[in-house]
């Protein structure tokens, strides 16, 4: 059972390649909601993946997201997860991401543990 409490910090620097102009999002050289989505997740799943056997895996399900305020090229952001709820297969974590200037965005995301070849063979059953 996987306990609750775990938490992650993941940074990431606003470049070219993930902002708003460059990820479709927008058109503005801003930090992109797409690449907010795709750090909070990352920040998730990293935090729990030595806690996994090595044939599973956790795969988000959903994700509940805000993003408050635009951070310009070169800022730094900061995402700290939390899981707040762990039942059974089911994990579901708090987000709040930040940069010097305060919150830029925060939410909450749901994964599931899942063996890793029984999920891939489902996937490619889909082709």
Known sequence: MMRVGIKNVKTIIVSAENTAAALGSGELEVFAT?????????????????????????VGTSLTLRHLAATPLGGELRCESELIEADGRR?????EVSD??????????????????KFLSKAEGRR
Not at 101 to 116: C, M, N, Q, S
């Open 34 to 58: 797409p690449a907010l989505a795709a750090l909070a997740e990352a920040a998730c799943w990293q935090s729990v993946a030595g806690e996994l056997k090595a044939s599973q895996t956790s």
């Open 91 to 95: 994990l579901v974590f708090r987000i």
């Open 100 to 117: 010097s200037a305060g919150l830029v965005g925060e939410g909450e995301h749901e994964r599931f543990i899942v063996d890793k070849e």
